[in-house]
């Protein structure tokens, strides 16, 4: 039933990477669109996330928070859509999975917010610096179709979302590996269906 899963969302928000999740595994779900201001920060909404952020879940009575975590839950929770690798094999996807929502997450953000941390500093830094998150980001998606070799995954969704949207705001550099890669995965029936319900992506 459609209520044993609830989707908090906003179309301008990482919630798109949830939508596109929510196609992939084909199970029945309600959307609930939160709007930024107040409805975001109500005490509705908070009793969900704390944070006042979408994206959001309350899958069977739990709550879950954070795309990445989001993806990997919908992943385990609907084994027929084949969105992990089997237990034992998993290697790779968590290490990209987790490298999306750590390195790539906080190095796009601060160049796109014009921070620029002192060179003496990086080691500090979880990523180090932004261009070896990005020459890292390069090599991973020209090794094989994939990040978890010939099988698309859940941390396809997750990573793949950041370097399309990263394109298309600014926030990472277009490099030709990049856009072959998301036009790879983006080419999908389930990624068609959660950008035509969402809408375009507004700068």
Same mark, same amino acid.
Request: contains cysteine; negative net charge.
């Given at each position: 039933?459609?209520?044993?899963?609830?989707?908090?969302?906003?179309?301008?928000?990482?919630?798109?990477?949830?939508?596109?999740?929510?196609?992939?595994?084909?199970?029945?779900?309600?959307?609930?669109?939160?709007?930024?201001?107040?409805?975001?920060?109500?005490?509705?909404?908070?009793?969900?996330?704390?944070?006042?952020?979408?994206?959001?879940?309350?899958?069977?009575?739990?709550?879950?928070?954070?795309?990445?975590?989001?993806?990997?839950?919908?992943?385990?929770?609907?084994?027929?859509?084949?969105?992990?690798?089997?237990?034992?094999?998993?290697?790779?996807?968590?290490?990209?999975?987790?490298?999306?929502?750590?390195?790539?997450?906080?190095?796009?953000?601060? $160049?796109?917010?014009?921070?620029?941390?002192?060179?003496?500093?990086?080691?500090?830094?979880?990523?180090?610096?932004?261009?070896?998150?990005?020459?890292?980001?390069?090599?991973?998606?020209?090794?094989?179709?994939?990040?978890?070799?010939?099988?698309?995954?859940?941390?396809?969704?997750?990573?793949?979302?950041?370097?399309?949207?990263?394109?298309?705001?600014?926030?990472?550099?277009? $490099?030709?590996?990049?856009?072959?890669?998301?036009?790879?995965?983006?080419? $999908?029936?389930?990624?068609?269906?959660?950008?035509?319900?969402?809408?375009?992506?507004?700068?």
């Amino acid at each position: 039933m459609a209520d044993d899963l609830v989707f908090y969302t906003n179309p301008q928000s990482r919630g798109r990477i949830v939508r596109w999740i929510l196609e992939e595994v084909g199970a029945p779900y309600r959307a609930e669109v939160v709007e930024y201001g107040a409805p975001m920060k109500s005490a509705a909404y908070l009793a969900v996330n704390p944070l006042g952020k979408v994206p959001a879940i309350r899958h069977r009575g739990t709550v879950v928070t954070e795309a990445a975590a989001i993806c990997a839950h919908l992943a385990d929770a609907f084994p027929d859509a084949g969105l992990a690798p089997p237990s034992g094999q998993r290697g790779a996807y968590y290490r990209w999975l987790f490298f999306a929502a750590g390195p790539v997450e906080a190095a796009t953000t601060n $160049r796109h917010l014009g921070f620029e941390p002192p060179p003496d500093k990086s080691g500090m830094l979880g990523y180090g610096s932004y261009e070896a998150v990005v020459d890292t980001l390069e090599q991973v998606v020209s090794a094989n179709p994939y990040l978890c070799g010939e099988r698309f995954s859940a941390a396809d969704v997750y990573l793949g979302s950041q370097i399309g949207w990263g394109m298309i705001m600014g926030s990472l550099e277009t $490099r030709s590996a990049f856009s072959d890669y998301w036009a790879r995965i983006s080419d $999908r029936e389930a990624y068609r269906r959660a950008d035509a319900l969402d809408g375009p992506v507004s700068g």
